[in-house]
């Protein structure tokens, strides 16, 4: 499985960036994806995870209301839309395979050793 980010680039405080990730695993469809980042200098960190079931999407603190994951079965793609930017979401962001099936609650999805494929990153830039 390979995974591709794109859409990374710079923008101003208040705007918006959409990143895209690809998938050229066959079975992309059956499972949860995720969004991270990492900023200089810290930890990676969880943003966004979506299933392919009806659970609800699941979001970080720092970006709910801000951020939309969202995915498209037939384009094995999932995607980030990044409004209302700030400063502080400035980081390489990665998307990543939730590899296991065995999740009961939003928190599982945060858990980055449950993630099996991740992308090379993609990096996004916002300057107040």
């Known amino acids: 499985v390979r995974l591709v980010e794109s859409g990374g680039g710079s923008a101003q405080a208040g705007g918006s960036l959409r990143l895209s990730c690809v998938s050229s695993?066959?079975?992309?469809?059956?499972?949860?994806m995720g969004w991270f980042r990492q900023a200089p200098g810290k930890g990676r960190e969880f943003v966004a995870s979506?299933?392919?079931?009806?659970?609800?999407?699941h979001y970080a603190d720092s970006v709910k209301g801000r951020f939309t994951i969202s995915r498209d079965e037939f384009k094995k793609s999932v995607f980030l839309q990044m409004n209302s930017l700030k400063p502080e979401d400035t980081a390489i962001y990665y998307c990543?395979?939730?590899?296991?099936?065995?999740?009961?609650?939003?928190?599982?999805?945060?858990?980055?050793?449950?993630?099996?494929?991740w992308g090379q990153g993609t990096q996004v830039t916002v300057s107040s």
């Open positions: 695993g066959s079975s992309f469809s059956s499972y949860a």
């Open positions: 979506i299933t392919f079931d009806s659970l609800p999407a």
């Open positions: 990543a395979r939730f590899g296991s099936f065995d999740y009961r609650e939003p928190g599982d999805f945060e858990n980055q050793n449950k993630y099996d494929f």
